[in-house]
């Protein structure tokens, strides 16, 4: 599954290159920049893969795919203007679908996050899906979105439009489930992805994106240097095996406290037993907000290479996780070792285990409604 691809094209600032199996490519493009022949799986589950590369008029690019609608690639300029992928990943797609580490750049649903003992009952109706952690269901079952093909459109001169229909039923979740996703790259060097989805019955509905983050470029050390502000004074404490409590708990005083800038290894290792639970932080923090408009959640930065990145959210929370389950036996792009908390993630979202806890914001859709998100990752430099 490791052949080349047998035509590769270049683009403008503001065009998208199109990397497929054909000899031909999807439409015309002007060709002025040529772009190394890359590698990459050919079919999974009898669909073609695909890569697709999108630049801004900066020169910062990204490379995404069909399978998972992953981002493979995000290259961002640092203090010196030199192009950092700040995104860890692989560069084929065996490598996606056999390492252990299955998540890197996925989009992530029917329901980010976990969902405990795999159960929920929605309209007097018990459902029971796929336990994949630890007992419980995690970012939708094995066989997620971050595991299927989605179809690819453009989008303007720098996006792509992902749509995926999830069959009724689909990892045990009810109903016909149509998603549609918007990945941008703008002139404000900001990927954007914004989320649409709509029903034909009652479901639980938490679409996430899942980029393991390091702002000193993939696979460069670990994220411990980094400085994190969360603007949320509250999380939701977790059991040992990672399902909140149901409380509702203040971050003063804690290790959880991230109201002002503080390294992420500053307090990672302190004897508090919610950070034994998650081997580090691996939370839900709650926003200070209270409706959907669309805020900053966090600011984030690099000492080494000065790359600062803002994520902006109409979710009313976001999942810090700081890389405790990578242990070095991941290789990842250009022959790096993926060691522990050599990433973080920030995946805006509703709480985890919502379907379970009627006192948290509720995440079931109805036919009729639509489902609408905004995500930014919006990246410079200090």
């Known amino acids: 599954m490791k052949n080349h691809f047998n035509k590769v094209l270049g683009a403008t600032a503001l065009g998208i290159l199109l990397y497929s199996c054909d000899s031909k490519p999807k439409e015309e493009i002007k060709v002025e920049d040529t772009v190394e022949e890359q590698v990459f799986g050919t079919t999974f589950q009898n669909k073609k893969v695909e890569t697709y590369e999108i630049k801004n008029a ?17 290259w961002v300029p640092d203090k010196d203007g030199n192009l950092v992928d700040v995104v860890l990943g692989f560069e084929t797609l065996d490598e996606y679908t ?19 003992n795999g159960k929920f009952t929605l309209d007097g109706e ?5 336990q994949n952690n630890n007992g419980q269901t995690l970012h939708g079952g094995p066989g997620g979105m971050d595991y299927v093909i989605w179809d690819v459109e453009k989008s303007g ?7 995926y229909t999830s069959p009724d039923g ?12 918007i990945y941008t790259l703008t002139d404000d060097n ?3 992805v914004t989320y649409e989805a709509e029903t034909d019955k009652a479901t639980p509905v938490n679409l996430t994106h899942h980029s393991f983050f390091n702002l000193n470029g993939a696979g460069n050390g670990t994220v411990l240097d980094h400085t994190l502000q969360l603007n949320a004074s509250e999380y939701t404490p977790v059991n040992e095996v990672l ?6 708990a203040s971050v003063k005083e804690t290790p959880f406290d991230f109201t002002d800038p503080t390294t992420i290894g500053e307090r990672i290792n302190q004897e508090n037993q919610q950070l034994k639970f998650g081997g580090g932080y691996d939370h839900n923090w709650v926003l200070d907000k209270t409706g959907n408009e669309l805020t900053e959640a966090a600011v984030i930065s690099s000492p080494q290479t000065g790359i600062e990145m803002e994520v902006w959210t109409t979710e009313p ?11 070095g036996s991941v290789t990842g792009k250009g022959g790096k070792v993926y060691e522990l908390r050599s990433a973080f993630c920030l995946e805006t979202q509703h709480y985890p285990d919502s379907p379970n806890q009627p006192n948290f914001p509720s995440t079931i859709l109805k036919p009729g409604e639509k489902y609408e998100q905004t995500c930014i990752y919006k990246f410079g430099t200090k």
Do not use: W
């Open 126 to 130: 018990e459902y029971t899906l796929p």
């Open 317 to 327: 929370a976001i999942q810090f996780y700081s890389g405790n389950f990578l242990d």
């Open 190 to 192: 900001e990927f954007k």
């Open 157 to 163: 001169e720098n996006g792509l439009i992902f749509s």
């Open 58 to 74: 900066n020169g910062m690019k990204m490379k995404v795919t069909n399978f998972g609608a992953r981002v493979t690639n995000l």
């Open 170 to 181: 689909e990892e045990g979740f009810p109903g016909e489930l149509k998603v549609k996703m």
């Open 243 to 248: 399902i909140p409590t149901g409380e509702v």
């Open 98 to 116: 056999s390492s252990g580490e299955k998540y890197f750049g996925a989009a992530i649903g029917r329901y980010g996050n976990r969902i405990a």
